[in-house]
């Protein structure tokens, strides 16, 4: 299978829109005696997740309607997630799921300093007991001053944090951004924290895509909505992918359809690491719906196992009351965009050597 191919999980009588090109899986890797092999406690994971594979292919060659976890399996991506009934191991029981869970790796949680948490409590304050009522320009006056603060101190992260507080208060304060308007939503509520997040980096490049990422076949349509990648040399190379759906109210089948195309997106991403020999590579995965952010971790330590591993969630302020949320969003985005960092660190080490 192509690293970008993916099938579309509705049943076989609504596949009339299904993408040119895009064809069944009709083989399966067999592990070989040069395969790493996952094993916990003498079970061996990569044989039980590539049955897992092989039924989700049986059903898929039905014309039934796949999970998410078994539409990726197609492409040897395997979801893990804490909710059991949200992971490829539900499969296998709690008992399982648990032992599996405790042995994928987890990225280093990143705290913000003490005045993080400061700033929003008297943002809050300002903006619910303050008489009279302060207008934008008290607001904007005081994140000013936090920023220059967060300067002062050379707290990169904090400036981060002090940065999205400032560009998120005209908003918060009107609260009346549509949710079903993808571009607007996008506009007004996302662009300022992954641009901030990803795209003030002079490490990194990063790009409002929408178009095919490099290394798919032609007919295979992978676009996701932010991309944040490194160019050493001339080669262009994507490590962090997002999709975003703007509003929660929306299908199921779309919410798990951008999910698998997030997981095959940082598939196709980790094999042009891979073609780098990276030790240890990983690539990131953000997936917004609405308020609600998914952020997923992706490794290949066992071949051929693709683990799309659920690192952290968090929510988006809605309104200047809900501000004490930012917290947390960033701690997480700058905690994976450590991971994005130390990879393309790795990429320009193979082209300084090369």
Same mark, same amino acid.
């Given at each position: 299978?192509?690293?970008?191919?993916?099938?579309?999980?509705?049943?076989?009588?609504?596949?009339?829109?299904?993408?040119?090109?895009?064809?069944?899986?009709?083989?399966?890797?067999?592990?070989?005696?040069?395969?790493?092999?996952?094993?916990?406690?003498?079970?061996?994971?990569?044989?039980?997740?590539?049955?897992?594979?092989?039924?989700?292919?049986?059903?898929?060659?039905?014309?039934?309607?796949?999970?998410?976890?078994?539409?990726?399996?197609?492409?040897?991506?395997?979801?893990?997630?804490?909710? *059991?009934?949200?992971? /490829?191991?539900?499969?296998?029981?709690?008992?399982? #799921? $648990?032992? @599996?869970?405790?042995? =994928? %790796?987890?990225?280093?949680?990143?705290?913000?300093?003490?005045?993080?948490?400061?700033?929003?409590?008297?943002?809050?304050?300002?903006?619910?007991?303050?008489?009279?009522?302060?207008?934008?320009?008290?607001?904007?006056?005081?994140?000013?001053?936090?920023?220059?603060?967060?300067?002062?101190?050379?707290?990169?992260?904090?400036?981060?944090?002090?940065?999205?507080?400032?560009?998120?208060?005209?908003?918060?304060?009107?609260?009346?951004?549509?949710?079903?308007?993808?571009?607007?939503?996008?506009?007004?509520?996302?662009?300022? *924290?992954?641009?901030? /997040?990803?795209?003030?980096?002079?490490?990194?490049? #990063? $790009?409002? @895509?929408?178009?095919? =990422? %490099?290394?798919?076949?032609?007919?295979?349509?992978?676009?996701?909505?932010?991309?944040?990648?490194?160019?050493?040399?001339?080669?262009?190379?994507?490590?962090?992918?997002?999709?975003?759906?703007?509003?929660?109210?929306?299908?199921?089948?779309?919410?798990?359809?951008?999910?698998?195309?997030?997981?095959?997106?940082?598939?196709?991403?980790?094999?042009?690491?891979?073609?780098?020999?990276?030790?240890?590579?990983?690539?990131?995965?953000?997936?917004?719906?609405?308020?609600?952010?998914?952020?997923?971790?992706?490794?290949?330590?066992?071949?051929?196992?693709?683990?799309?591993?659920?690192?952290?969630?968090?929510?988006?302020?809605?309104?200047?009351?809900?501000?004490?949320?930012?917290?947390?969003?960033?701690?997480?985005?700058?905690?994976?965009?450590?991971?994005?960092?130390?990879?393309?660190?790795?990429?320009?080490?193979?082209?300084?050597?090369?």
């Amino acid at each position: 299978m192509s690293s970008g191919e993916y099938r579309s999980r509705r049943p076989k009588k609504q596949q009339g829109n299904q993408k040119k090109g895009v064809k069944p899986v009709t083989r399966t890797i067999a592990l070989t005696d040069s395969d790493a092999k996952w094993k916990i406690e003498g079970v061996n994971w990569s044989e039980q997740l590539l049955k897992v594979r092989v039924e989700s292919e049986k059903k898929a060659k039905k014309g039934l309607n796949l999970p998410d976890f078994r539409e990726l399996s197609l492409n040897y991506v395997f979801l893990f997630s804490k909710i *059991m009934n949200q992971s /490829v191991t539900r499969r296998f029981g709690s008992e399982s #799921h $648990e032992s @599996v869970w405790g042995s =994928l %790796p987890l990225i280093n949680k990143l705290t913000l300093s003490a005045k993080a948490a400061s700033w929003t409590k008297k943002m809050l304050n300002m903006a619910t007991t303050a008489t009279p009522k302060p207008n934008l320009r008290d607001f904007k006056k005081a994140t000013s001053k936090w920023m220059v603060e967060a300067c002062d101190d050379d707290d990169d992260e904090l400036l981060v944090f002090g940065d999205l507080l400032h560009r998120s208060v005209p908003r918060l304060l009107s609260a009346t951004i549509s949710e079903t308007v993808e571009d607007t939503f996008v506009y007004n509520t996302v662009s300022d *924290m992954l641009n901030v /997040v990803f795209g003030e980096d002079q490490k990194l490049l #990063h $790009e409002w @895509v929408n178009k095919k =990422l %490099p290394d798919t076949e032609a007919n295979i349509t992978m676009k996701p909505d932010f991309v944040a990648a490194t160019k050493p040399a001339k080669r262009t190379v994507y490590l962090f992918s997002v999709e975003i759906k703007p509003s929660r109210r929306t299908s199921d089948d779309d919410i798990c359809e951008d999910r698998v195309k997030l997981g095959n997106q940082m598939k196709t991403m980790m094999q042009t690491l891979e073609s780098f020999h990276i030790e240890n590579a990983q690539t990131i995965g953000l997936l917004i719906q609405g308020y609600d952010c998914t952020l997923y971790l992706m490794d290949n330590v066992y071949k051929p196992i693709y683990r799309m591993i659920e690192m952290y969630s968090f929510s988006l302020p809605k309104t200047i009351e809900e501000i004490s949320v930012l917290e947390h969003a960033v701690e997480c985005l700058l905690s994976c965009k450590a991971v994005v960092e130390r990879n393309a660190n790795e990429v320009e080490k193979h082209f300084t050597f090369e």
